[in-house]
Nanobody
Framework: QVQLQESGPGLVKPSQTLSLTCTVS??????????WSWIRQPPGKGLEWIGY???????YYSPSLKSRTSISRNTSKNQFTLQLSSVTPEDTAVYYC???????????????????WGQGTQVTVSS
């Protein structure tokens, strides 16, 4: 059973870089045809897809966040990391990591479209 767990600071100051890590157990992030996504849900709003890193290491980001987003991976630790730069209070959200073996679903915001997802972690942007 694949399990995903988000970790990182719960509070980030405006203009700083948000950095979150997703640790994967029960499966490898290099398994063929799996996509590893980041998704967020601001308070009172719907889910928003941020980007993914594929089994090959290639990345793809939401056009609206692309200029501020970077997703990388550490295969030796079986982790992938989200960095979101120049954050503002509008980046306050619950952040989720998720995975799917279907490339058609890898850019969707709804967690139920994924094979596996973490429980989410709250990140607040505030001074």
């Amino acid at each position: 059973q694949v399990q995903l767990q988000e970790s990182g600071p719960g509070l980030v100051k405006p203009s700083q870089t948000l950095s979150l890590t997703c640790t994967v157990s029960g499966g490898s992030i290099t398994t063929n045809y799996y996509y590893w996504s980041w998704i967020r849900q601001p308070p009172g709003k719907g889910l928003e897809w941020i980007g993914y890193i594929a089994y090959s290491g290639s990345t793809y980001y939401s056009p609206s966040l692309k200029s501020r987003t970077s997703i990388s991976r550490n295969t030796s630790k079986n982790q992938f990391t989200l960095q979101l730069s120049s954050v503002t209070p509008e980046d306050t959200a619950v952040y989720y990591c998720a995975s799917t073996s279907d490339s058609d679903y890898a850019t969707l915001p709804q967690l139920y479209e994924y094979d596996y997802w973490g429980q989410g972690t709250q990140v607040t942007v505030s001074s």
